[in-house]
């Protein structure tokens, strides 16, 4: 039997991170994914309708760290990046509509056709979330200390943030509200415009199982405009052929380095001797020893399905089993006859209203009271729907003339008071989705030529996400950085010796970054 330095278990876009890094500094690497594809769920698959390339889960990039593009050179494995303009269009029922571009005069002067109030203040909302910004960002790619132990390096650390917190002033207060927050005070403060409130606010919502006016969503709202496309801040991107765009690059740049891929391999056990992690085990009985492990995939299948209890601490554990991941979102792909014609801004043929994040939704009451049905466990009556179309900005992921729709939806709870997550659910909440599209774009449904609906279940399922959550369990101030996944053990290693965590369960958390596989790689590296 073959050892190597390093398994990782799970090849999404955080382990094949880990392991390239891994390669490329000479460690003997292997990677086990359980699909028959890499990617996780970044993923592109061209078995879901004819002709289309679907960016299954994963469907837009900017948080992806720019370091990393740079570092294994994915651009030369073909990765590439589409940036949208504009980013975001919003229909209302009254035949007015918002376009949001990234470009501050002319965003205010799309603001102003609302509220000439808010395309003042948007100024100093953006400059707001940039001061937050310049404390935040650089954490991404940092191992957070250790409070529960504190070493000489973890002082340090702790010393080097305070300076940090220092040098905000009078921005600390503004800092401390987006990370603990709720996104609706937060926004009523700023703006009067419902039309501009509930476009910003449906980013505080996407992936969270709350409303707005929940603590916590701030700092969803702000992970949102954190990222960068092509070096431009806040953009948000497609990728060339799908999110897959990522992984395929991230596997070749990998397996070129020296990594191992392999698929259909399905991790059952983490193997540990006298108290050390050794390799694992796979579901058909194969075994792979290494010298160390690292786990991609969430804290639940790590620690509570691929090891004994008996080997982890009982207060590391009860911390882990503490952990929510509570989910009301479901993703429906759809393929498209022809593009939607919106009644706000008609247009058959691409133009900018079909380029960015589409937001269906008229007023932060609306999210309200969707949150309202998925909290007594019914899918949500009025769902929040978010769509986009790749396939205007990059045709190659759909046949000529056809168009791709990607579209996110809220409420849409995992566990539901009564009944399941069936086909004859599922085929309702979508009806519903659908029923939103057809008011701001007659003619929408007759247009639909096939469509997959993934409910919370479905992606737990299919993508090995417990709950259906997309960011390996809730992004809440006490699950971040420092306490994330747990306190004392958020350095990527954890009480099992040589046994470390490399992705989105790890700091920074959820969404298509890569850091946690990097930053993970380094800690292993330093061992």
């Keep these: 039997m073959a050892r ?32 028959d594809i890499v990617g996780g769920a970044c993923v592109t698959e061209t078995d879901v309708f004819p002709g289309y390339k679907v960016s299954t889960a994963a469907y837009v990039n900017s948080l992806f760290r720019p370091e990393i593009i740079e570092d294994l050179r994915l651009r030369g494995y073909g990765f590439e990046t589409l940036e949208r303009e504009p980013a975001s269009f919003s229909p209302f029922l009254d035949g007015r509509h918002l376009f949001l571009s990234g470009r501050l005069s002319a965003d205010q002067a799309e603001i102003g056709k609302f509220s000439q109030k808010d395309a003042a203040n948007f100024s100093g909302y953006e400059a707001m979330l940039q001061r937050v910004a310049s404390l935040i960002e650089p954490l991404l790619d940092e191992r957070p200390p250790n409070l529960a132990r504190p070493s000489p390096r973890d002082w340090l650390d702790l010393g080097k943030h305070g300076l940090r917190l220092r040098g905000l002033g009078s921005a600390l207060g503004e800092t401390v509200d987006v990370l603990t927050g709720a996104a609706r005070p937060l926004l009523d403060r700023w703006f009067e415009s419902e039309e501009l409130k509930a476009t910003l606010a449906t980013d505080a919502i996407i992936g969270a199982f709350a409303a707005p006016s929940m603590p916590g969503t701030a700092y969803v709202l702000f992970h949102h405009v954190m990222g960068e ?131 269906l939704c008229p007023d932060q009451d609306y999210i309200e009271r969707g949150y309202d049905d998925a909290k007594y466990g019914r899918p949500s009556v009025e769902p929040v729907v978010e769509c986009t179309i790749p396939s205007s900005v990059d045709p190659t992921v759909a046949p000529p003339g056809k168009h791709l729709m990607s579209m996110f939806c809220q409420y849409a709870p995992y566990s539901l008071k009564r009944g399941a997550w069936d ?105």
Excluded at 4 to 21: E, F, R, S, T
Excluded at 280 to 295: I, P, Q, R
Excluded at 435 to 464: C, M, T, W
Excluded at 482 to 489: C, L, S
């Design 423 to 527: 086909e004859q659910t599922k085929d309702a909440f979508a009806n519903r989705c659908f029923d939103i599209v057809e008011r701001y774009a007659p003619g929408f449904k007759s247009s639909v030529i096939d469509r997959q609906v993934l409910s919370p279940v479905d992606l737990e399922r299919i993508f090995n996400l417990t709950g259906g959550n997309i960011f390996q369990g809730a992004m809440n101030v006490n699950n971040l950085y420092a306490f994330r996944p747990a306190v004392g053990y958020a350095g990527y290693a954890t009480p099992v010796k040589n046994l470390y965590l490399c992705g989105a369960a790890a700091h920074p958390g959820g969404g298509v970054m890569g850091a946690a596989g990097r930053n993970a790689a380094r800690e292993m590296l330093r061992s």
């Design 229 to 359: 496309t092509n070096g431009k801040k806040g953009v948000w991107s497609y990728v060339r052929g799908g999110m897959g765009g990522i992984t395929q690059a991230l596997a070749r740049a990998a397996s070129d380095l020296g990594a191992e891929i392999r698929t259909e391999r399905e991790v059952a056990r983490i193997l540990v001797r006298d108290g050390a992690a050794c390799g694992v085990a796979l579901a058909n009985g194969d075994e792979f020893h290494a010298k160390t492990v690292a786990s991609s995939v969430d804290c639940r299948l790590t620690f509570e399905r691929f090891l004994d209890p008996a080997e982890l601490p009982p207060e590391f554990l009860a911390e882990i089993r503490r952990i929510d991941y509570s989910s009301a979102s479901a993703k429906i792909n759809v393929a498209l006859a022809e593009l939607p014609n919106f009644t706000a801004c008609p247009g058959a043929t691409v133009g900018p209203q079909h380029r960015g994040t589409i937001h």
């Design 4 to 35: 190597y330095d390093a398994i990782v278990i799970g090849a999404g876009h955080n382990g094949l991170v880990a392991a390239a890094y891994l390669a490329r500094a000479g460690r003997r690497t292997l990677v086990l994914e359980r699909r």
